[in-house]
T-cell receptor, first 114, second 116 residues
Framework: GAVVSQHPSWVICKSGTSVKIECRSL??????MFWYRQFPKQSLMLMAT?????????EQGVEKDKFLINHASLTLSTLTVTSAHPEDSSFYIC??????????FGQGTRLTVV | AQTVTQSQPEMSVQEAETVTLSCTYD???????LFWYKQPPSRQMILVIR??????QNATENRFSVNFQKAAKSFSLKISDSQLGDAAMYFC?????????????FGTGTRLTIIP
């Protein structure tokens, strides 16, 4: 299957700072990328959908000013958590599709805000 | 809106035995895709099997097979000859077949434990 690389795998940051998470499709062009948040022992919650070259579409209840998503190229999407607070600590996962039936997922990023 | 329901939060099976995980969904569409994803302790999401709704034949991938009942909107996963490496969270997911709308709707997951 196709490969999606997510970086970093884990990050610890201080409250009030911003953190950027990258999601790259390594061997295909990702026309659409998705960002999820997963709480412990729960399912994946879709945060936003991003299409290359256009603004992301956020799910209801997700603060677009806090979770900035950029999809500048067909192989890269980034999620920036701005002014992070402890309640933003979570596991964030990206996925990508590019003409496939199934989505391919990154390894996930564990964010801890202290 | 589509919904996906997994009614079994936890399941366990003896190694080498067979286990079936349940999934039901609700949709008004006639063409769509269904998936089972596995999330082991590493938390990497891995595709186990997929089913196209227009296909009557149940999908099979080695020890994994599905029982797709379109009229009943049911999509169960059968794991045969269970192995220790099958221990994971299993998520059922739905996707419309409409081009440009590849969003996945996930169920709440079933945690599968393999008993040695």
């Amino acid at each position: 299957g196709a490969v999606v690389s997510q970086h970093p795998s884990w990050v610890i940051c201080k409250s009030g700072t911003s953190v950027k998470i990258e999601c790259r499709s390594l061997d295909f062009q990702a026309t659409t990328m998705f960002w999820y948040r997963q709480f412990p022992k729960q399912s994946l919650m879709l945060m936003a959908t991003s299409n290359e070259g256009s603004k992301a579409t956020y799910e209801q209840g997700v603060e677009k000013d806090k979770f900035l998503i950029n999809h500048a190229s067909l192989t890269l999407s980034t999620l920036t958590v701005t002014s992070a607070h402890p309640e933003d600590s979570s596991f964030y996962i990206c996925s990508a599709v590019g003409g496939h039936t199934e989505a391919f997922f990154g390894q996930g990023t564990r964010l801890t805000v202290v | 809106a589509q919904t996906v329901t997994q009614s079994q939060p936890e399941m366990s099976v003896q190694e080498a035995e067979t286990v079936t995980l349940s999934c039901t969904y609700d949709t008004s569409e006639s063409d769509y895709y269904l998936f089972w994803y596995k999330q082991p302790p590493s938390r990497q999401m891995i595709l186990v099997i997929r089913q196209e709704a227009y296909k009557q034949q149940n999908a099979t991938e080695n020890r994994f097979s599905v029982n797709f009942q379109k009229a009943a909107k049911s999509f169960s996963l059968k794991i045969s000859d269970s192995q220790l490496g099958d221990a994971a969270m299993y998520f059922c997911a739905y996707r419309t077949s409409n081009f440009g709308n590849e969003k996945l709707t996930f169920g709440t997951g079933t945690r599968l434990t393999i008993i040695p």
